[in-house]
């Protein structure tokens, strides 16, 4: 009878382990997974009690879900067994395939440990096979159906018809745990998916957040921003500028695009911008206007990297300091400028001088290097030589001066070169060394110097006593701006005080020097008219030479006692004047 009736159970069991494992596929979360697993167990399975034991992040096992016993389900879901309980518990008993059965007669030596299990009662078996309260049988779960990767264990009690299961029970038992890991597993998965997703929309709103916040700064920003493209053909190039930058340098948003910064700088700021585009950190420096005028800024970059790729944007914020500029172009022009004048003061005019002259003199002859140079088309001028010297001793600096035709006033053309080559280690000096040309006009050997033409008025106090302070000042005034007029544009008009004048012009021959101080006295001569009334100057000139090896007071003492010479040597009436 009994094995007639074999194949209807099996299809029975069949039937309810499929809608057992249908079930597993409708859960929407990974709670409801489990806790589905655990009914399945009681409603397709026989069994009057299903316990789904998950293991954690720290590899313990919880009980996630319970079926058959509300008062099981209260006293241990939520609990945590140690890994190694378990893994001992999967280790002990019999074998029946993936189950593990663990009978009374050895499962007493499980009840103190920490895995979460509950306590029945009943009489011994009356027959082999019979189920005892206290026999245990677990069906782990691996990961992908069969795998080393434990994902929790099924524990099951009281079989219904109260006989352990056999070969087909234990056969269908392992098979719905099985499914049951595939289950939970993709249950898993889209959990993770789905935190993932929520972690994503969060970032993404967290992001367009951010982007409308940097939107809104940089767009209304009340200075200038901009981002400027970093590498590759477009280096520097301007993506994208703000509202206050473009009126500050009065173009439009598409018209800065077609620019980068270094279009726009003065050309003498380039290589601040450059250095400044490449580390980052802060300058100031000049941005052309579209009307052609410059006008003074604070650039302030931060270059955006890319982790994968290195830098790629530089967000470059520009403020306006025109007006601050200003202000301290006006300070240091009050502190080296005449006040009454305009003119350069005597510390500018020290400063200026200084920059010429270094602490070592120079005897002239010509070299081998000379006449190579002559030879082949070269240096023009003299060249100078001191065998051992190094080209670098006594260097008090250059100010490098700006050339032009003629020579020029604080650096230019005059005095000698030393064009030292680097031939046995010496290296090469470029310092403009100043020689002083032969005084005597008669004999001039072509050298040209720098003239030191020091300018005493003759007559000034007296119009000062006469007439007041104002007329005086009114007399220097228009003295410097005849000054001024008789010279070149490069060369230096000083106010050393008083009715003391300094001018330094560079690249003149002693014929030269002389020349100009005669033009400057006849152009200091004429009246001077002042309130109505014609006053008259004259003016006295001495004429020294800057030289290396002079300090600047040599220099100028230099001139100084020549034109007290030269005002002693002509007579009264021609320095009379009133």
């Not at 992001?207 to 280096?235: K, T, V």
């Not at 025109?322 to 300070?331: A, P």
Request: hydrophobic share 35%.
């Amino acid at each position: 009878m009994e094995t007639e009736s074999e194949p209807y159970v099996r299809l029975a069991t069949l039937r309810q382990l499929h809608e057992a494992v249908a079930e597993l596929n409708t859960a929407r979360s990974l709670a409801d997974t489990l806790q589905t697993v655990a009914d399945g167990v009681v409603t397709g399975l026989g069994y009057e009690l299903a316990c789904v034991n998950v293991v954690q992040a720290d590899g313990d096992l919880v009980v996630a879900a319970f079926a058959g016993s509300t008062a099981a389900e209260a006293l241990i879901t939520g609990r945590v067994g140690s890994r190694a309980s378990w893994e001992r518990r999967l280790l002990m008993g019999e074998s029946w395939g993936e189950l593990r059965f663990i009978p009374h007669t050895e499962g007493w030596v499980l009840l103190e440990d920490d895995v979460p299990q509950w306590y029945t009662e009943g009489p011994d078996p009356r027959f082999e096979d019979e189920w005892h309260p206290q026999d245990r049988l677990y069906a782990p779960m691996y990961a992908s159906g069969g795998g080393s990767e434990l994902l929790g264990v099924i524990s099951v009690d009281r079989p219904r018809g109260g006989r352990r299961p056999g070969p087909w029970g234990q056969e269908a038992l392992q098979m719905y745990a099985s499914q049951a890991a595939i289950a939970i597993s993709n249950a898993r998965l889209r959990a993770n998916m789905q935190r993932a997703l929520v972690r994503l929309e969060r970032e993404q709103q967290a992001l367009r957040a951010s982007e409308e916040s940097f939107r809104q700064a940089f767009e209304y920003a009340p200075s200038g921003m901009a981002i400027a493209e970093m590498g590759g053909d477009q280096h520097g190039r301007l993506l994208r500028t703000n509202d206050a930058l473009c009126r500050l340098l009065g173009r439009p948003a598409s018209a800065m695009r077609r620019h980068s910064f270094s279009d726009l700088v003065h050309p003498e700021d380039i290589g601040t911008l450059l250095r400044t585009s490449a580390e980052g950190g802060r300058a100031e420096l000049r941005l052309l206007r579209r009307d052609g005028t410059y006008v003074w800024a604070s650039l302030r970059n931060s270059v955006v990297a890319d982790t994968a790729d290195g830098p790629r944007f530089l967000l470059t914020h520009v403020e306006d300091i025109e007006e601050r500029k200003s202000r301290e172009l006006q300070l240091a022009h009050r502190a080296s400028h005449d006040s009454l004048t305009g003119l350069p003061n005597s510390a500018e005019l020290r400063s200026r001088l200084s920059a010429r002259l270094c602490s070592r003199p120079h005897a002239m002859r010509e070299t081998a290097v000379e006449a190579l140079d002559a030879a082949y088309g070269g240096y023009e001028g003299t060249v100078l030589y001191e065998p051992g010297y190094d080209a670098y001793d006594g260097y008090d600096g250059y100010d490098q001066y700006e050339e032009r035709g003629g020579g020029q006033g604080g650096g230019g053309q005059g005095g000698a070169r030393s064009v030292v080559p680097a031939v046995g280690g010496v290296p090469l000096d470029h310092h403009v060394h100043m020689v002083a040309p032969n005084d005597d006009p008669e004999a001039d050997d072509g050298t040209k110097g720098l003239a030191v033409l020091f300018c005493d008025l003759d007559g000034f106090k007296s119009i000062n006593d006469r007439f007041g302070h104002n007329t005086g000042d009114a007399v220097l005034i228009e003295v410097a701006r005849r000054l001024t007029t008789g010279v070149r544009d490069g060369d230096t008009v000083a106010r050393l005080g008083g009715d003391e004048f300094v001018v330094l012009a560079d690249g003149l021959g002693s014929a030269d020097a002389a020349d100009l101080a005669v033009r400057l006295r006849n152009a200091i001569i004429p009246p001077i008219r002042v309130d109505g009334r014609a006053v008259r100057v004259g003016a006295s000139f001495g004429i020294s030479w800057a030289s290396c090896g002079m300090s600047v007071e040599e220099v100028l003492q230099s001139a100084d006692q020549r034109m007290y010479i030269e005002k002693r040597s002509r007579s009264k009436v021609h320095r009379r004047a009133g």
